[in-house]
């Protein structure tokens, strides 16, 4: 299944995500012809279990997708949509069949902040931290107020109107399960990204002459560009063995782990690009913005590399010396084979 | 070029072996102290190495028929992964079985696999690699060691290798030496064994910085060696030798060199941690964990019969800048450790490793030397 859903997604993708629709995004329109096509794959219910009406996608499956949002820089809320609608279906509701869904962690009757993509959202699956259940509200009546994260993405404060709850149920679901779950998204997603500026730099650098030869030719840049990939690299391994673990919740080392090391690589990568591309690539007439700007905002999201760097700390300290090696191996022990 | 790491997929059935490394190293190891272990993969002791052959953990994945044991490479990682964890002394078999027993195995002569692959996974049987000379470093192509063949088929020996670890306590070198003498560059290279016990070998060690002796400088002076010492083919050299890069380096020994000073951390800041110590020593476990996995995606690609070099190369550059990173973080941490034997032992364990640290992005391949490499699969060159 994962070749397949790699492959339809990064089609889809390079044909509709271009750098006019990204910025028609950031100025607010919704990109309806994107997410049609995305609902037409069936893609936001992969993660569903078939009798929810799902694909029944492992999260290794899922990988692939969230990573090539990621390196699309895609304007619509895939990933989200995709935890979201496995939360309530771990807690045994059935997900709405159409409409963007998103979620967030909170109360029903407290504003909700930095809520993804909420003024485009019809649905919103709310862990509620007062009573650890999983609700689907629905947003149409819901006061948004608008914001921004730096990549210029809608991140809105939500309160939900009274009457909007469709279903809740228990789940046993952890109760940072939301923010366990939206770091394993953006650090896959800043993985694809880094993936895709290390093509770009490449690519740029055996283009772009200066001294009367191509900048790769220099063995400045060309370590640079070693360093960049590198970074990608340790991304991309850090959140796949992240949504490896994720059988079915999320796993907190490995999630903690990704987000961690993806966040630090995102800050670096970003800056060797900047580095490789030099003024052209700090205007917002270039392409590359949407990339570095999106790597910021993930970075931030979720608990930044350092925020997990100190839980996984205190989790270590708690256990000792003795426990560090044996922690480490547990972490990502024997993989279950779901396919 | 990320392609190259896959899921990182290690296979169920392993954890028994992996508790019966521990149990074994639990056993062995209460008197073993911080101060040696400290020393990782560069500890020597032979009996130990015997021990590990004893217990069936040399050579896992050398044939049965040769004194191995037809394992995985997946077997192979657990293990190594548990010693190098416990800093357990390694070094004496760690070359012969990493490299020189699979390059016997897959270059060698009957004859040659006979003789030698069965001491290897005993545990009796060291090798080192000739590879650096005085005038070759990183251009290591550029090697001027000769081995000229005589009339009778065998072959005369002379030349310098350098920097050539445990060259004294090893039996025999594999040695990357020129046969062509009108050859230049890659070409005319050939791979050629060589018992260190033999007249006109002579073996200087060389003291590091560290005031430890691992590494030699080892003169051949007119040696001559029978025409059995040619290893696969004769011209062949650079190809046979970079072709075991990717088990040379992906593997855990290149990002546990520092595991000895992150434990003495871990005890000496205790289980309560300011925001800061657990800061740190958290970043150091999400890079941890995830260089493991890394390597663990290497090892699958090489189960599977892929040769990813340029994931291989990727996992050193970043797995010994993590070792030497340790030494950065206990630094910035050793003023913050509460007093008692712990902190003692950290800062004893800390002055060993930050010693042997400028070493770890040297051997196998200096850092810049990879990050070229890195370049060029890229497409930049």
Redesign the interface.
Known sequence: MRTLLQQSIERLLADAVTPDVLRAAEAGVWPADLWGKIEELGLPLAAVPEDLGGAGASW?DIFVVVRACGAAAAPAPLPEAILANSLLAAAGLEPPESGAIVFAAGTADAPLPEVPWGRHAKWLALHDTRTGRIALHALAEARIVLDNNVAGEPRDTITLAPGSLVADAATSAATDAVMLGGAMLRSAQMAGAL?RL?EIS??Y??ERVQFGRPI??F?A???Q???L??Q???A???S??AF?MATPNTEA??T???K??SG?AAGKGASIAHAVFGAIGFTHEHSLHFLTRRLWAWRAEYGS??Y???????????R???G??PL??A?????K?DD | MLDQFGPPVLPPGLEPLRADVRAFLADWGSAYPAEKRALSWMGFDADFSRALGAKGWLGLSIPREYGGHDASPFERFVVNEELLAAGAPVTAHWIADRQSAPLLLRHGTEAQKQRYLPAICAGEMYFCIGMSEPGSGSDLASVRTKADRQTDGSWLLNGRKVWTTNADRCQAMIALVRTDPASERHAGLSQILVDLTLPGVMIRPIKDLSGHEHFNEVTFDDVRLGADALIGVEGDGWAQATSELAFERSGPERFLSAMTLFRCLVGAVGPAPDARQAVEIGRLVAWLISLRSMSISVTAQLASGQDPVWAASCVKDLGTGYEQETVEVAMRLIDSLPPGAQATTTRRVLAIVQSMAPSFSLRGGTREILRGILARGLGVR
């Open positions: 290794t993936g290390t490449a690519e650098a055996n790769g030719k063995q840049v060309q370590q560009l070693a360093v990939a590198t990608a690299a340790a991309v391994a850090a796949e063995a490896l080392l490995t903690a782990s990704a961690a090391v630090e590399d350092a997990w760097a100190e839980q996984l700390g205190r989790t270590i300290a708690a000792g010396d003795e560090l090696w480490v191996t972490a990502f022990a024997e993989t084979t």
